[in-house]
């Protein structure tokens, strides 16, 4: 049997995985209702109601690292790549607008997504996802009674890989917050910055956007990421990227997804370009109408 094909075999008994995979002497997620824990929460909430950024370094111990790093390099051959020219709402020229307005600014997207259902359930990664210890504890950092796994088979829980010459450009996210955790990073490149609350739901604020994006404003923050970090940001107000990776290695980040409503499933056409294909449960969400939650420009 391949290693790619033994990823997807269940295996009985797997260890728990806060015991088995975080520092839980440094960070207590399995034991939330203990003082170091809810010291722990608070520090996480006052740095995203800050900055809409935090970053747990070393959140993994030293051989789960080394188990959910071999896991992803295993699967990022099977990631579905995809080059293409987008601004940061993803959506199509308008050549009614002003040419410096943002949304007629666009720049090379080149990135890869290994699909959900490719993350076995016995691997260390899917393991950890599906802890609810786990899914608790980020909860509780983003000040949520309750958060609920993606009902998307395909986009709960992803590998993104940015090969050598690849980037993810300026852009905001359409969910709340995402959770992600860094398992390689580039000999080069592959800098995550971003600008906090450079938007709010009541005010787009193009013109500073735009000026990020000419390089006219010293408005973004670099964040340099090592593998094992844990990262939860608030992307829906903060435009951000990752430069463009150097050298010859890829650059690997799993991404959990989470909502604070059940049920959530990714649009078709969404899927279609991440990941090339769709699942079943597209075809009902095809046939629904799409609600935001907000009426900003994705």
């Avoid at 294909?277 to 009426?295: K, N, Q, S």
Wanted: proline share 7%; aromatic share 8%; with cysteine.
């Amino acid at each position: 049997m391949s290693r790619a094909a033994a990823l997807k075999q269940p295996a009985p008994d797997a260890p728990d995985a806060l015991a088995a995979l975080v520092d839980t002497a440094r960070y207590p997620v399995d034991e939330l209702d203990s003082p170091a824990a809810r010291a722990l929460i608070a520090e996480s909430r006052a740095r995203l109601a800050e900055t809409g950024c935090l970053v747990l370094r070393d959140f993994l111990r030293p051989d789960g690292l080394d188990a959910v790093a071999a896991e992803a390099r295993t699967l990022a051959p099977q990631a579905h790549h995809r080059h293409t020219q987008t601004n940061p709402y993803d959506c199509a020229d308008d050549p009614a607008l002003d040419a410096g307005d943002p949304r007629r600014m666009f720049m090379d997207r080149s990135n890869g997504f290994v699909a959900g259902d490719l993350i076995g359930p016995q691997t260390a990664l899917r393991r950890l996802y599906t802890d609810d210890g786990f899914t608790r504890f980020v909860a509780a950092c983003v000040g949520a009674e309750a958060i609920h796994r993606y009902a998307d088979p395909l986009a709960d829980l992803v590998i993104n890989v940015l090969r050598p010459g690849c980037q993810h450009p300026w852009h905001f996210d359409t969910t709340a917050f995402v959770v992600s955790l860094l398992t390689r990073e580039p000999e080069g490149g592959g800098v995550f910055e971003y600008c906090p609350g450079i938007r709010s739901p009541e005010h787009e604020n193009f013109a500073e956007v735009g000026a990020v994006l000419r390089g006219e404003s010293d408005r973004p923050r670099r964040l340099v990421l090592r593998p094992g970090d844990l990262q939860i940001f608030f992307g829906r107000y903060s435009l951000h990227r990752v430069t463009r990776v150097e050298g010859k290695s890829d650059r690997h980040t799993v991404i959990f997804g989470y909502a604070e409503k059940p049920g959530i499933v990714g649009r078709a056409e969404r899927s279609r370009q991440l990941f090339g294909r769709v699942a079943p449960v597209h075809a009902a969400e095809e046939r629904a109408a799409l609600v935001r939650a907000d009426t900003l420009t994705d």
